[in-house]
C-alpha cells in the first residue's frame, strides 16, 4: 500500500524567495505532522493537523512559516521570504489518530530544502 | 520540558557484534518511549516502543527496556548485521501534547563485514 509521499523530493531556492512543501499522507489518516530536521539534529515537530484544522502549531519558528490542509488530506507547507537558515530536510508524518491505540507516525521520506 | 539524550555517533562495528546504543531522558508525565532507524535514503521507521515502565520493546532483534529509575530507554541487540546500517533516534511522546514526538540526535551505526 502507498507510504506517506512528499513533493519535491529535492527544492533548491534563493533567499528571499517563498516556498511550498507537499504531503500526501497515508489514505484513512485524520491526524498529520510536520517535522524539521536540520543537519545532525533529530526530528523536531512544527505543527500537528486534525482534520482540516491545526490544532497546534507552537512549532511554526516564525510567521514566515505557515501550513494548510484544506480537506483533510493533502497538507502543503509554506514558507514565506526563505532564509539560510530554514535550510533543512522537512518531515511529514500521518497517523489514524492522535491519541489512542492507533497513534503510530507513519513518516514520508521528506523534501529536502536548500536555501541559497 | 521533554528531551532526549542519546548516544552520539558515529558507532561502527563489525557484523556480529553486541550493540548498545544509550538513551536517556527528561518528561513531564509518564511518557511512551521509540525508538525510529532511517535506513540511507529511506524515511524514518518506527523500530519499537514501550508505553510504560519495566516494558520491553522489541522487534528485528533490537530490545529495549523502559526503566523509569533511570529515566533510560537504551536500545540493544546481540549480534548487529550489516542491513543493520542506518541512524537510529530515540523519541518520546508525552504530556498533554502526547501526540507530539522530542526526538534524540540520532546516532550513526554502521556495520563492516
Known amino acids: 500500500g502507498a507510504g506517506v509521499s512528499q513533493t519535491p523530493s529535492n527544492k533548491v531556492t534563493e533567499k528571499g524567495k517563498y516556498v511550498e512543501l507537499r504531503c500526501d499522507p497515508i489514505s484513512g489518516h485524520t491526524a498529520l505532522y510536520w517535522y524539521r530536521q536540520s543537519l545532525g539534529q533529530g526530528p523536531e515537530f512544527l505543527i500537528y493537523?486534525?482534520?482540516?484544522?491545526?490544532?497546534?502549531d507552537s512549532g511554526l519558528p516564525n510567521d514566515r512559516f505557515f501550513a494548510v490542509r484544506p480537506e483533510g488530506s493533502v497538507s502543503t507547507l509554506k514558507i514565506q521570504r526563505t532564509e539560510r537558515g530554514d535550510s533543512a530536510v522537512y518531515l511529514c508524518a500521518s497517523s489514524f489518530s492522535a491519541s489512542g491505540g492507533v497513534n503510530e507516525q507513519f513518516f514520508g521520506p521528506g523534501t529536502r530544502l536548500t536555501v541559497l | 520540558g521533554n528531551s532526549v539524550t542519546q548516544m552520539e555517533g558515529p558507532v561502527t562495528l563489525s557484523e556480529e557484534a553486541f550493540l548498545t546504543i544509550n538513551c536517556t531522558y527528561t518528561a513531564t508525565g509518564h511518557p511512551s518511549l521509540f525508538w525510529y532507524v532511517q535506513y540511507p535514503g529511506e524515511g524514518l521507521q518506527l523500530l519499537l516502543k514501550a508505553t510504560k515502565a519495566d516494558d520491553k520493546g522489541s522487534n528485528k532483534g533490537f530490545e529495549a527496556t523502559y526503566r523509569k529509575e533511570t529515566t533510560s530507554f537504551h536500545l540493544e541487540k546481540g549480534s548487529v548485521q550489516v542491513s543493520d546500517s542506518a541512524v537510529y533516534f530515540c523519541a518520546l511522546r508525552s504530556g498533554g501534547s502526547n501526540y507530539k514526538l522530542t526526538f534524540g540526535k540520532g546516532t550513526l551505526l554502521t556495520v563492516n563485514p
Open positions: 493537523f486534525q482534520g482540516t484544522g491545526a490544532a497546534d
